[in-house]
């Protein structure tokens, strides 16, 4: 799996096929490595993994992927989530929430409930101020149609964000 080209910047390269997940298509949208290098946390635990292994630059010690399900697995310590669009979205923020140790990467669509119901329990909110490019499967990294925020559970993932990422609501 190779990662598209990087100009530096959370935003990641400037290739532009717009991404815009829908109904059916494919979770494979992998967050691109400048975000981790803007974060410098790392991970115990990333339970919204790939079925063909793990993203090499997602910076946690395990993973679950979807024929282990992240979901029932037993979750611990500072836990990165990226997960799969669609219903069971809500479910992975909701662990996480309940968790109360880690970040979530999600579409910044502050009016679905989903958001509504994390957001006020997270210790840091941060949206971002670039649009990331996500990494697709096939190595293709494209400039995400909508905006991201990051919810920050907990002091050690809290003390990851700050303005150089984007506005940033500390709660
Ligand atoms: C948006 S991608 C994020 C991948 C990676 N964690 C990252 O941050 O780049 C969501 C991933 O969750 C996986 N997935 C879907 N359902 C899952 C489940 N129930 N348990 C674990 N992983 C799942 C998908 O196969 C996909 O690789």
Excluded: K
């Amino acid at each position: 799996m190779a990662a598209g080209r990087g100009t530096g910047g959370v935003g990641g390269a400037s290739v532009s096929a717009p991404y815009e997940p829908a109904v059916g298509a494919t979770h494979e949208w992998y967050t691109p490595p400048t975000l981790f290098a803007a974060l410098d946390l790392v991970f115990d635990l990333d339970p919204c993994s790939p079925m063909a292994g793990p993203v090499p630059w997602v910076p946690a010690a395990r993973f679950y992927d979807a024929a282990e399900n992240g979901l029932v697995q037993p979750w611990q310590g500072c836990v990165w989530v990226n997960p799969p669009y669609g219903p069971v979205l809500p479910r992975f923020l909701h662990r996480l929430v309940e968790h109360g140790n880690g970040l979530a990467l999600l579409p910044a669509r502050t009016e679905t409930r989903a958001f509504q119901a994390a957001a006020p329990r997270a210790t840091v909110v941060c949206f971002l101020r670039e649009r990331l490019h996500f990494i697709r499967e096939d190595g293709l990294q494209a400039r995400s149609t909508y905006p991201s925020v990051l919810l920050a559970f907990g002091d050690q993932a809290a003390a990851a964000l700050g303005e150089h990422l984007g506005w940033t609501v500390r709660q």
